[in-house]
């Protein structure tokens, strides 16, 4: 195979405050499993579990055999903290509480 055939990606792997990224050049096809296990991401940080984690292609979810085009960007996803529906929901019940709990209205009409 001619070395213009190979494909150009990234793996992407982040934390809140920092970002692995490993750029490779892979021979096509070539699909998200194999370029995540190339990266060397795997054994860098076991707690990556391909069983469990989701990944995707620039923010869109797919699944492991996706095939690969060149300069796409491979990321890997870390599990939620607490689930975003959860937390809207509570917060929306701390809201209907303060409202419920608020100060009575001041009458704007002067005195006797």
Do not use: F, N
């Amino acid at each position: 195979m001619a070395q213009s055939d190979a494909i150009d990606i990234e793996v992407a792997y982040a934390w809140p405050d920092c970002q692995e990224l490993v750029k490779l050049r892979l021979s096509p096809p070539a699909t998200v499993q194999q370029a995540i296990e190339v990266s060397g991401l795997l054994q860098k940080y076991p707690e990556i579990d391909l069983t469990k984690s989701k990944v995707g292609i620039y923010a869109t979810l797919c699944k492991l055999h996706t095939p690969l085009r060149h300069k796409d960007r491979v990321e890997i996803y870390r599990p939620l903290l607490a689930d975003p529906k959860e937390v809207r929901r509570r917060r929306a019940a701390e809201g209907k509480v303060m409202k419920k709990g608020a100060a009575a209205p001041v009458d704007p009409s002067p005195g006797p």
